[in-house]
DNA sequence: CTTGGACAGTCAACAAGGCTGACGTAAAAT
DNA sequence: ATTTTACGTCAGCCTTGTTGACTGTCCAAG
């Protein structure tokens, strides 16, 4: 079934992941739109972007791993706080369609974490099924703690890897994500804060 | 170290991966080109980072879950797989340091796997308290099933985003890994597979 | 040689966090 | 009014993570 060098076709390239080495064949200006180069896209070439999206997630969900440690906490309550504090007074089916996880999962972990006053749960006004789920302050404040600590990564990562790289960065993994939610969570994603 | 042209300045940003919505503070038409200018690498910025990876991971791993449903294994079955069949005769204790899991986790799947014959363990011959791990054929067919699903995907996002998209993203994946092993985790994905 | 420590791997028991299924209640549809 | 559908909760199971105790092997010091 498959391949085990397939090229197929396209105009894409990277010769080596990581910067250290020297680009081989750039072949710049060879006249084509956009992403320019026309070149192999092997399987060994896409196997080295699935296995760097596995180390880098791995390393990465290790910095706040270990501050969750120290409250008592796992991934499962980070994921669900995080997007919780992201958008202030989103239901419970709202959150559960964001994680891609079944309910129980869920109701698991939030109920821990409104037991612990680190959301605040309300019936809903207009529909009074919904749960409409809210960070406290102590919320927050944890939020911002394991933010700190991933930030950290991202920042020495950003600034070492160069405004380009980090804009195809993202331009990949917002085309990685599935179609059918791609919209919703690039407005998730860019919506800011503050506003 | 790792990267190209890295200023100590925060040279980078990106706006926003692609546009779903106009973010804010975008400095289009500032005079200054995309990947040249200069600007904060705020917090939001740092998080959107972080939000993609969550995402474009979540979906990545969807692809390998339908496939390994199918066959009743699990995630850690097809870690603890991929990475024998990328390092044929690897010891339990190397695969244990790629993994970083402990012991027992990686032991519970990598046992069923020899029972099943995907995964074909002997002792060492130099040191006897080692034992070696090969994909067996069944197991090689499986981990390309596995890749064929992931592969599609990564494919499809390659051609899209383009050469330059592609060559940043894995700058940034790089960079992204804990020194200490990134050294021998680039080793590992740049090492070909037929070679 | 032999003994003690270090190292590789295995096994047992437990915890976190996924999952399906059953259920109560509120809203919508008939 | 009654049925159907949607939302959230509770109970129980399974995978997969963790720590700790154990066996077998190697090597070095006595």
Not at 149 to 156: P, V
Request: hydrophobic share 40%.
């Amino acid at each position: 079934m498959s391949s085990a060098d397939t090229p197929s076709r396209a105009r894409g390239a990277s010769p080596g992941p990581q910067g250290a080495r020297p680009p081989a064949a750039r072949m710049r200006g060879s006249g084509l739109n956009r992403g320019d180069q026309l070149l192999f896209l092997t399987d060994a070439q896409l196997r080295q972007g699935v296995e760097l999206m596995f180390f880098a997630y791995r390393d990465m969900i290790a910095d706040a791993d270990r501050v969750l440690e120290t409250r008592g906490y796992g991934r499962a309550h980070h994921r669900c706080l995080h997007f919780v504090w992201r958008r202030p007074g989103m239901s419970v089916s709202e959150l559960l369609d964001t994680l891609k996880v079944t309910k129980q999962s869920l109701n698991r972990v939030l109920r821990q974490l409104v037991e612990d006053g680190m959301i605040d749960s309300k019936v809903g006004p207009s529909d009074r099924r919904q749960r409409l789920l809210t960070a406290t302050p102590e919320g927050e404040a944890l939020v911002r703690s394991l933010s700190d600590a991933q930030n950290a990564r991202m920042r020495r990562v950003f600034m070492e890897a160069g405004a380009e790289a980090v804009q195809g960065f993202k331009t990949v993994l917002a085309d990685m994500i599935d179609e059918d939610s791609r919209e919703s969570v690039l407005a998730l994603v860019n919506d800011q804060p503050g506003a």
